[in-house]
């Protein structure tokens, strides 16, 4: 059984430019939740998907979107990159019911703007 | 706002000593709790759950859960060099775990 996997690792976007991040979900999960990490900080939740619709949000503003694919794999797109969108985002993926006993994050995708 | 308070540390314990990490939390309608472990620059590893006020164990971790003292703590017995991380506390509500900034634990061999 597969873990949770996000691609690209590491990317570096100029201020202004829009971004993609993906993420393949563990098999059998079709609920995908991302967070943003900023340095020294917790994770912060951006959103959830279920069955390809967005459930859940946090407190990020419309530039970031997101999507759900029907293999369950998901999607975050920042538009207008600001410099705080500097940050290891992170995917993880769950059974409905089951976040509730833990996530498995993947390995994260490393965003710089500069 | 939905908060979760950690003391940032860095907590420094020698090598084979008990490291004992603390965490408070605002939001009484959190279901679950969890500890999870973070080397620098990867990502969350979950250690530790507890859903129930008591103690509960694994290894050398035990968690314990106060739910009327909005209270969580992290017991790392005979601590190595290995533990030496960043560890955060992560409360789970409506579908999203709300994460405390984390406290840097550093064992000294």
């Known amino acids: 059984e597969t873990g949770v996997t996000q691609s690209p690792t590491h990317l570096i976007k100029t201020r202004g430019q829009q971004v993609t991040l993906r993420c393949s979900s563990q098999?059998?999960?079709?609920?995908v939740s991302w967070y943003q990490q900023a340095l020294g900080q917790g994770p912060q939740f951006i959103f959830q998907?279920?069955?390809?619709?967005?459930?859940g949000r946090g407190n990020f503003p419309p530039r970031f979107s997101g999507l759900q694919f029907p293999n369950y794999s998901s999607e975050l797109n920042v538009n207008a990159l600001e410099l705080d969108d500097s940050a290891l985002y992170l995917c993880?993926?769950?059974?409905?019911?089951?976040?509730?006993?833990?996530?498995?994050f993947g390995s994260g995708t490393r965003l710089t703007v500069v | 706002q939905k908060e979760v308070e950690q003391n940032s540390g860095p907590l420094s314990v020698p090598e084979g000593a008990i490291a004992s990490l603390n965490c408070t939390y605002s939001?009484?309608?959190?279901?679950?709790f969890f500890w999870y472990r973070q080397y620098s620059g990867k990502s969350p590893e979950l250690i530790m759950s507890?859903?129930s006020n008591g103690d509960k164990e694994d290894g050398r971790f035990t968690a314990q859960l106060n739910k009327a003292s909005q209270y969580v703590s992290l017991l790392i017995r005979d601590s190595q060099p290995s533990d030496s991380a960043t560890y955060l506390c992560?409360?789970?509500?409506?579908?999203?775990?709300?994460w405390g900034a984390g406290t840097k634990l550093i064992i000294k061999p």
């Open positions: 993880a993926s769950s059974l409905p019911g089951t976040a509730r006993y833990g996530y498995t």
């Open positions: 098999s059998g999960h079709n609920t």
């Open positions: 998907y279920y069955r390809e619709e967005e459930n």
């Open positions: 939001d009484r309608g959190s279901q679950s």
């Open positions: 507890i859903y």
């Open positions: 992560a409360p789970y509500s409506n579908y999203q775990l709300i």
